[in-house]
Nanobody, 123 residues
């Protein structure tokens, strides 16, 4: 399974950050993973943001839930992250991942991660 993040590298404060993860080698509707978004701010640890299951059920980190939306396009085998009202504290490397454990930020055998994409929030 390969995952590739795409989206703008620079977002202005108060805007909405939108990233898409394109999946190949597996199906977001049949491959049994939690299709997840994880980020790492500079100098900090990994933070799980949310995930969508093959069933379409969605789970969010409670601390981000009010600003986060995850959706999918099954025809394109993609899932998308929207993070609203961003601030400079949302500057991070954003990863999409296919993981077996909901909420994990640990890379385990059998999990798959994208290479990550840098998003900077700045005016």
């Amino acid at each position: 399974v390969q995952l590739q993040e795409s989206g703008p590298g620079l977002v202005k404060p108060s805007q909405t950050l939108s990233l898409t993860c394109t999946v190949s080698g597996g199906s977001i509707t049949t491959s049994d993973y939690f299709w997840s978004w994880i980020r790492q701010p500079p100098g900090k640890g990994l933070e799980w943001m949310g995930a969508i299951m093959t069933s379409g059920s969605i789970y969010y980190n409670p601390s981000l839930k009010s600003r986060t939306s995850i959706s999918r396009d099954t025809s394109k085998n993609q899932f998308t992250l929207h993070l609203s009202s961003v601030t400079p504290e949302d500057t991070a490397v954003y990863y999409c991942a296919a993981v077996k454990v909901l909420g994990t930020t640990t890379r385990r055998d059998g999990d798959y991660w994208g290479q990550g994409t840098q998003v900077t929030v700045s005016s």
